[in-house]
């Protein structure tokens, strides 16, 4: 089954999608996240298109574990995704945006482009953690 993960944002989302075995992952890219009605759309044709079985959906906590307006803009997105038949499961996302930029840094990334590669590493990374906490159900 293919998951698709999400780091949701409010300028851009960023999203990874595993390869159809479930463990590797695969396709990354970003959309923007001004409309939500319309990122709505594009997540959903995503999801269909790319026969995607759950979505791994980034949940950001502060690190003391506790939930901030970010937290609920992300179980805000959930809902709105499963009304429209998506399965959607929460990842706590803690710390991948800063795990992303330091990638971007050791890999010499600079530019216009980064912001719009840290969504889709930041992305990639709940991936691996969603992957990697499920991989007994594989």
Not at 17 to 24: C, N, P
Not at 100 to 105: E, F, G
């Given at each position: 089954m293919r998951i698709m993960a999400i780091d949701y944002g409010d300028a851009r989302t960023g999203y990874a999608?595993?390869?159809?075995?479930?463990?590797?992952a695969g396709e990354t890219?970003?959309?923007?996240?001004?409309?939500?009605?319309?990122?709505l759309e594009d997540l959903c044709r995503i999801y269909g298109e790319k026969e995607v079985g759950r979505i791994a959906?980034?949940?950001p906590r502060n690190?003391?574990?506790?939930?901030?307006?970010?937290?609920?803009?992300?179980r805000a997105l959930k809902e709105r995704l499963e009304e429209r038949g998506c399965e959607v499961a929460l990842v706590d996302e803690r710390r991948t945006t800063v795990e992303?930029?330091?990638?971007?840094?050791?890999?010499g990334r600079r530019g216009k482009q980064r912001k719009k590669r840290v969504d889709a590493v930041a992305a990639s990374l709940i991936l691996e953690t969603y992957l990697n906490a499920h991989r007994e159900e594989a």
């Open positions: 999608i595993s390869d159809a075995s479930g463990l590797l890219g970003v959309l923007p996240s001004r409309n939500e009605d319309k990122l959906l980034g949940l690190m003391d574990g506790s939930e901030g307006p970010r937290a609920e803009k992300s992303a930029h330091a990638i971007l840094t050791e890999t």
